[in-house]
């Protein structure tokens, strides 16, 4: 059996990344929601859609002057920044989980054939 799986980091890093994917995947949804919501002009003094805003408020905040809204018709607007913090939290979460990798125990031989893989990749 290879020793990188059992190790006594795989088990911690494997909830760790587990966490991240969670948290990650609770965000979008969130934000994904409010992107709808104001595509399909959804009323904000609405229960649902005040709740979704409120919530969902201080995930969008960094990006809202990033971009201008696009108004589509009246009431219905395509939230470009909400697109982009999806994103951005996205690559986050990846760089989260790559710098958990970095913490799992690989053998020699396994560095040795990801560092050639590294400095002679295929074609």
């Known amino acids: 059996m290879n020793s990188s799986y ?57 990006f809202l002057s990033v971009f201008q809204s696009s108004q589509i018709a009246t009431g219905n607007i395509f939230e470009w920044t909400t697109l982009l913090a999806m994103l951005v939290y996205w690559v986050i979460a990846m760089g989260i989980i790559k710098l958990f990798l970095m913490g799992k125990t690989v053998s020699t031989p396994e560095a040795a054939v990801k560092l050639d893989n590294l400095e002679n990749p295929k074609e």
């Open 6 to 62: 059992t190790s006594s980091s795989t088990k911690p890093i494997y909830h760790g990344t587990q966490i991240v994917w969670y948290i990650l995947g609770f965000v979008e949804i969130l934000l994904a929601f409010r992107f709808l919501l104001k595509l399909f002009g959804a009323n904000p003094a609405a229960g649902f859609s005040s709740f979704i805003y409120g919530i969902t408020y201080v995930f969008a905040t960094p």
